[in-house]
């Protein structure tokens, strides 16, 4: 029975992830850093029915010794790096935080299997925001980057650092360069759950309208359910490599927010309001992804639409708010 080690375990990707690995007959082990909000921090996992079945193991990226002595016990075939800072907007406010946990956490994971299981296979969590500014109008694994946020500065360290432990020391460390993915897992900051849940909340009586920022900024969109078996494809492969994960279709966040207000029988326009506090300071106004390489080399493309995912989001957030209305 394979093992894997998850980082970012409670996370949307990391739950996910979970239950692909769990299907797939492996042993899975989740990093988890204590905090007091025990209580609540395994939703996702208790959400796809899988929370009993997840191993936590008690570490934290910024603590290598933690990461020695996990790696050292549960001597993983397979090491997903998912944790992270992971909100953009956050990352202005923590620039210091965000690059300790988002670039040297990920460089002390490297290190760990480095030292401690040197024969596993490492996935890193790269991230579509090192496009930034973007230099082609399709980003492909040879696009180069302008990170315009200091989390995808960060998310930029952890990715090179990748590729010189591959190319530097022979570790099997592949990329996964995910474009925006999204599902009814994801936190309440992010602006899809943000969007899914103002339509529903609206809906149900609960809000009058919903304040957002740049609506023009356009992204290319996925489900991370169908990104997850990407990372796992990764590291099945032979050889390591980076890798875009895309649909190859961008659009709007007033696209976004057009079909999730339709779905409730709602016109957007009559709810949704431009707030200046929710623009960044430095935009990133285009995101669109060029997956070929994955679907020629792994095998794998996007499975569901945009508009089927955010239904399946809109659905879910009004379940939860009739569940609390009870």
Not at 61 to 71: E, Q
Not at 175 to 197: A, C, Q, W
Not at 209 to 221: H, T, V
Not at 302 to 326: C, F, G, Y
Request: proline share 4%; aromatic share 8%; glycine share 8%.
């Amino acid at each position: 029975m394979p093992r894997a080690l998850i980082t970012g375990v409670t996370g949307q990707d990391g739950a996910y992830l979970s239950q692909l690995l769990l299907d797939k007959g492996y042993e899975v082990y989740g990093l988890l850093r204590r905090s007091s909000s025990g209580d609540v921090i395994d939703e996702r996992l208790r959400w796809l029915g899988i929370a009993g079945r997840v191993r936590m193991m008690d570490g934290n990226l910024i603590d290598l010794s933690s990461l020695l002595r996990l790696l050292q016990e549960v001597q993983p075939d397979e090491v997903y790096n998912l944790g992270a800072q992971s909100f953009v907007k956050t990352s202005w406010n923590q620039p210091l935080l965000t690059g300790q946990v988002t670039a040297l956490g990920a460089g002390n994971m490297l290190e760990a299997v480095r030292l401690a299981a040197p024969k596993a296979r490492f996935y890193q969590a790269s991230s579509s925001e090192m496009y930034g500014l973007i230099q082609e109008p399709v980003q492909s694994e040879k696009t180069p980057f302008y990170p315009r946020s200091p989390y995808a500065v960060a998310k930029l360290y952890a990715h090179w650092m990748t590729v010189n432990y591959r190319e530097s020391f022979g570790l099997h460390a592949s990329s996964g360069i995910l474009f925006n993915h999204e599902s009814p897992l994801r936190g309440i900051e992010f602006v899809t759950r943000k969007v899914t849940d103002g339509a529903a909340r609206i809906k149900l009586g609960l809000a009058s309208e919903l304040p957002m920022g740049n609506l023009d900024a356009k992204r290319d969109w996925g489900h991370a359910r169908d990104y997850v078996k990407a990372m796992w494809l990764m590291l099945q492969q032979e050889e390591p490599d980076d890798y875009v994960v895309a649909t190859g279709r961008t659009v709007t966040v007033r696209d976004m927010c057009r079909i999730a207000f339709s779905h409730v029988g709602l016109d957007y326009e009559e709810f949704v309001k431009v707030d200046e506090a929710f623009m960044r300071p430095a935009e990133v106004d285009v995101l669109l992804g060029d997956p070929s390489k994955a679907r020629a080399k792994l095998g794998w493309t996007a499975e569901t639409s945009l508009e089927d995912m955010i239904k399946e989001m809109v659905e879910a957030d009004l379940a939860r708010h009739r569940a609390r209305q009870r």
